[in-house]
């Protein structure tokens, strides 16, 4: 099994690289303890996909510390990486967005992966779950998607973005993207469309698992999206709603894996102390070694 883990972004409203901020007893980045989550449940093959100018120093970084045996693949997100035929000469500061980050990684995955985000943990057992799930169920037309309850993902420091779910039965019928969610005074509110929550929905935190079919439709959006041109400055193409696309289509079914683990990310500076507390108080009980790698 695949695990790929998002790396490419540039922090800006943390205002740093967070996925090479030393968070860790040790000053382990925290994509290493989703690596070494990944790693105790199975999968052995690792794919980071990062800016052009952090490929090599990643992949001497983790090729030092991850055990021997396991593959690792880093690739760059690259902003001319783009569908045969199709290109883009107007200015643009980043890449296409989280579809073009997993479409990047098509040569050098062709089985099931699991996609997070570099700069979020997700805990032991969402890993054990995504790994059951891909053992359990072989249809190459079957998705999963690890989800997390809302209240369990705020920020007390600002306002974040979640892809709201909706079910039926234990299968995603859509996935909502609310860009401004916190919790004040009168509870838990979107304030760009003004939705309010109960805190118990379930969200995306951008753990998917997923099978190789998604690279054709994700190109075929890429396609539309550039040929449509709009927004080409600072429109993306997202995960999420590729795989909406394919819902609507009947193209893939979710089926909705409960995480039954802590998450915690850090998308502003203040959430780092929590985050690096949260290591080492999961370090001091066990959970993890110290230093994470031998």
């Known amino acids: 099994m695949t695990l790929l883990l998002m790396a490419a972004g540039r922090g800006s409203r943390y205002g740093a690289l967070k996925q090479f901020d030393g968070l860790g007893p040790k000053e382990e980045f925290l994509m290493e303890f989703s690596i070494y989550d990944a790693l105790e449940n199975g999968f052995d093959h690792i794919v980071v996909i990062t800016q052009k ?9 983790l090729s030092a510390r991850i055990p021997a045996g396991i593959k690792l693949d880093v690739v760059s997100q690259d902003l001319n990486d783009l569908p045969e035929g199709v290109s883009y000469s107007g200015e643009r500061a980043k890449p296409w967005g989280t579809a073009h980050a ?3 990684a098509r040569k050098v995955i062709d089985g099931p992966f699991s996609v997070i985000n570099a700069d979020d943990y997700y805990g032991k057992k969402a890993f054990e779950n995504a790994a059951a799930f891909v053992e359990r169920d072989e249809d190459n037309n079957s998705f999963g ?3 997390y309850t809302l209240k369990d993902t705020l920020s007390p420091y600002g306002s974040v ?3 709201v779910c909706k079910q039926e039965g234990k299968y995603l019928s859509s996935v909502q993207e609310r860009t401004e969610i916190a919790e004040g005074e009168n509870g838990i509110v979107d304030a760009d469309s003004g939705i309010e929550f109960k805190g118990d929905e379930l969200v995306s935190m951008n753990f998917w698992v997923c099978r190789p079919s998604v690279f054709d439709r994700i190109e075929q959006d890429l396609r539309s ?4 041109g709009e927004n080409l ?4 193409v997202y995960l999420p709603f590729v795989i909406q696309a394919m819902l609507e289509e009947g193209a893939t079914r979710v089926e909705v894996i409960p995480s039954k683990s802590m998450w915690f990310g850090v998308t502003y500076a203040n959430d780092k102390e929590t985050a690096m507390d949260h290591l080492r108080k999961m370090t001091e009980a066990g959970q993890y070694r110290s230093p994470l790698w031998n």
């Not at 400055?233 to 993306?236: A, H, V």
């Open 53 to 61: 100018d952090n490929v090599s120093f990643l992949q001497e970084y």
């Open 102 to 104: 997993v479409w990047s």
């Open 145 to 147: 998607l690890v989800a």
């Open 161 to 163: 973005s979640r892809g």
């Open 225 to 228: 999206f550039i040929k449509k």
């Open 233 to 236: 400055e600072k429109g993306e």
